[in-house]
């Protein structure tokens, strides 16, 4: 499932706006006329913006990169996804594992391959500067083929275990 968190970010960014656009500014406002009418109800100040536990105003704060989901495929297009997702390759196929993220920030995303006796295959990371959803593929391949058999990529987000995806070599 996958959770939209975009209009909740946009209305404390707002909420704070508001706030810090009121703060710091000084008009020196004229001695109001005497009247003979009772004073108008005045408008409640507004709520105080949204603060984490540091202080810090919470629309300051970076949203942090998640996990989304993993598909596996023999082919990719231009922006990681898979084309044809699968769980059975050739021999000789290259096997990739999209894994798509959200929120932003700088993470580390990591793929290990693993053979049906738990020998590794293959290892790889990449350090993500996320500014919103994206989409990152691992690959493996071998030229003479993998051996037939169950293999699995398990995925790993900052050093936490997200996701694993069991596929076979016939």
Known sequence: MKMNRQPLILAVSLAAMLALSACGKKEEAAAPAPSTTPPAATAPAPAPAATTAMGMPASDMPAAVTFGSVELGSTVDANHKILASGTSFAPTDTIYASVDTGGSGTAT??????????????????????????????????????PAGNYKVEISLNGNHVATKDFSVK
């Open 109 to 146: 995303l990591a793929a290990k391959w693993t053979y049906q006796d738990g020998q590794t295959v293959h290892e790889d990371s990449k350090t993500l500067d996320a500014k919103g959803p994206e989409t990152t593929a691992f690959m493996i391949s071998k030229p003479g083929g993998f």
